[in-house]
């Protein structure tokens, strides 16, 4: 497996831009201020792409994680810009969307949760979007996972769990719709991730789709299909 040399001095550049325009790094709740990275980069396995028969010519530059530096942030997310560019990253290679399954919710209340009731040492999920009840309806909290570039505890399978993407948003979304305003910052922050990482509809998944064992997650009314939609064309600029 070759990897594609990051163009690191262009991110940092743009992180500190970002950071000098917006003038704050939100963090999520209880996160303490991020580690050096440098460890945090994983490497993916790429099927296909391990060996090379004796011989042959050498494999083409790896094109697998397309990794797209410059990503413009929406409005919306202007306020975590800071913490959502990450100069040293992950190669994050999907996103799995959750509900809470509760009418209300924020990363407080989930990450002392997942802290005392399932012994995780922190929250599970790097995003968590708030629904008006516990939380801004649309507010984007950024999880200490994030911040650190952590694998994450949601997915209920070890794929998912090392390369997916957590996002929570608030809600009980087997029996209500997802209001507009809390719809309009998962799309934005989805759009935005999948972007930035390359990451196709195709691995935009609800968390039933992924665990093992089953569950209801994200709920029948959680607007998926409008998600992948959404990305789609995002995708396409
Ligand atoms: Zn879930």
Known sequence: MTLRPRPVRVVLLVAALVCAISGILVSGPGADPPPPMKALVQPVPVPGRAVSPVGADPPEPFAGIPFAPIVPIPESLSGIAGALVQPETREWKSIIVHHSASLSGN???FDKLHREERGWDMLGYQFVIGNGDGAPAGG????PRWLRQLHGAHAGEEFHNAYG???CVVGNYMDHEMPEGVYAALRDLTCWLARRYSITPDRILGHSQVRVGGTECPGVRFPLE???ADAA???RK
């Open 226 to 228: 409008r998600l992948r």
């Open 107 to 109: 990363a407080a209340e």
């Open 140 to 143: 984007v909290e950024v999880g």
């Open 233 to 235: 064309a995002a995708l």
């Open 165 to 167: 993407i957590g996002i």
